[in-house]
């Protein structure tokens, strides 16, 4: 069996206190609770009668008094272990709350440097012709070309916008999965045939490595496409030019089907591997990336119950596991039906 | 040539420098512009410009690190950061690096120009010069 890196995409936030708290919900609580609140004082109570019957009436009402005192102690103990589930309760939902905010504020102040810039290009070109028109009108021939180049510019960057505007709503819109079993060699070779000519140009070997033997699975196949797509791209602009980029399959015993993709190209360095699934995080230069496609594979991939994984050193390339649950009919529908 | 303050433009974004060079230059100022952090050090390295107008969120050599190596080259020049989105901590740190002002894009021509006036007459203050017209005649 292949180990799988760590997730860098949903690593678990819940505090310490929270975690210790969980045993509060164990199955074995309860029984404790029973016996330590209940049957330990019943003992005690049915010690002290049988002492009683036997006559020794000090004994017996030492063994009363212990029972009733352990019976206090526990009850008192029992309302605290509620207190704090319930202030666990509270603390959990603040924590959510605070993430909910956080990821909103990331989102928002991304979204705000992307449509800034632009509008800011926009605004400039504008107060240009402005210029350029302000008592000008008799020389307007001269001036053509550059309110020609002006204009032009402003369309330029309306479409810059559009496209940031367009792919947010993409990733916010929660498109159905319409179910189908799909073998995953034949989507992966598809994409990968589509990029073909590309790698070819750039110098750049492609390797196939899929598992026959790994079974078809129920997942929504122009959504996987879309996944790969974009995993592959990435890959051909980290390698650039002449290196490998090797594409495989396989099965897990645990259930699960991997696409691994792996280049050879300039790697991602440790600080930017947890931002990687964020929104709007690029890396690269402006205009050629909004830095949403991958935001956009992690959220398909989970809506398909899926997940995916990356390890990479700089310098050496990147591997991307995606993984999917094989699944039966019945799991993978009512899973579709909660997202 | 010009006999207004010289000022850097550095900004990532190709379009907004070229044309805001544009701007400057019909307002009479001598505009240079930079693509990258990198690039604006060596300018100011071989030229002493007046006022820099520098965009924060750039690619490889941010902004602010940006900011802090131009003070240590050239700690008499005024910097006016540029940036698409307003935050609290980098207009605190920019304070801290010695920035003189920070304005969010898009910014109407008519306060960009507002404000490099104010930078460009604290530089002139800074060396005892209290208008333009000292600066010109000296």
């Known amino acids: 069996m292949r180990m799988l890196p760590r997730w860098h995409g949903g690593q678990s936030t819940q505090p310490a206190t929270a975690k210790m708290l969980d045993v509060m919900r164990h199955r074995s609580y309860f029984q404790y609770r029973l016996v330590l609140l209940y049957l330990a004082p019943l003992l005690n109570l049915l010690l002290a009668v049988g002492l009683l019957m036997r006559g020794q009436i000090l004994f017996a009402a030492t063994a009363s008094l212990l029972a009733l005192a352990c019976f206090g102690c526990n009850r008192r103990l029992a309302h605290l272990v509620e207190i704090a589930n319930a202030q666990k309760y509270a603390l959990d939902q603040q924590l959510l709350q605070s993430q909910k905010l956080a990821a909103v504020g990331e989102l928002s102040s991304g979204i705000a440097h992307e449509i800034n810039n632009p509008l800011a290009i926009i605004g400039q070109e504008a107060e240009w012709m402005q210029y350029l028109l302000k008592d000008r009108g008799k020389k307007i021939q001269e001036w053509q070309e550059e309110l020609k180049d002006s204009s032009q510019q402003i369309v330029k960057q309306i479409d810059r916008c559009r496209e940031i505007t367009h792919k947010l709503l993409d990733f916010a819109r929660k498109k159905e999965p319409i179910i189908q079993r799909a073998e995953i060699n034949k989507l992966l070779e598809d994409m990968v045939k589509l990029v073909e000519k590309e790698a070819v140009q750039k110098g750049i070997i492609l390797v196939r490595s899929y598992d026959e033997t790994v079974p078809a699975i129920l997942t929504d196949p122009p959504l996987i496409r879309q996944v790969v797509l974009n995993l592959l791209n990435n890959a051909l602009y980290a390698v650039g030019t002449d290196g490998t980029i090797t594409v495989s399959t396989f099965a897990e015993q645990d259930g699960w089907v991997v696409i691994e993709i792996k280049d050879t190209g300039c790697g991602i360095p440790q600080e930017h591997l947890r931002k990687i699934f964020d929104p709007f995080f690029t890396t690269k230069p402006v205009g050629k990336g909004t830095g949403l496609g991958l935001s956009i594979c992690h959220g398909i991939v989970a809506r398909l119950g899926g997940r995916i994984n990356v390890e990479s050193k700089t310098g050496e390339g990147t591997t991307f596991f995606v993984r999917f649950p094989l699944g039966r009919e019945k799991e993978v529908s009512s899973n579709v039906l909660r997202t | ?138």
Do not use: N, W
């Open chain 2, 1 to 138: 040539m010009s006999s207004g303050p010289r000022i850097l433009i550095v900004d990532d974004e190709e379009r907004f420098r070229t044309t805001l060079r544009k701007h400057l230059t019909v307002a009479g100022m001598e505009a240079d512009t930079a693509g990258s952090g990198e690039d604006a050090l060596q300018q100011i390295r071989g030229k002493t410009y007046d006022v820099v107008l520098l965009d924060v969120k750039m690619p490889e050599m941010d902004g602010l690190e940006a900011l802090a190596r131009i003070k240590k080259i050239d700690p008499q020049v005024e910097v006016i950061m540029l940036t698409g989105h307003a935050c609290l901590d980098v207009a605190v740190e920019i304070m801290k690096l010695g920035g003189y002002e920070y304005l969010l894009k898009p910014c109407p021509l008519d306060d960009l120009m507002a404000k490099i006036d104010a930078a460009y007459e604290r530089k002139l203050m800074r060396h005892g010069k209290r208008s333009r017209t000292d600066a010109a005649q000296s």
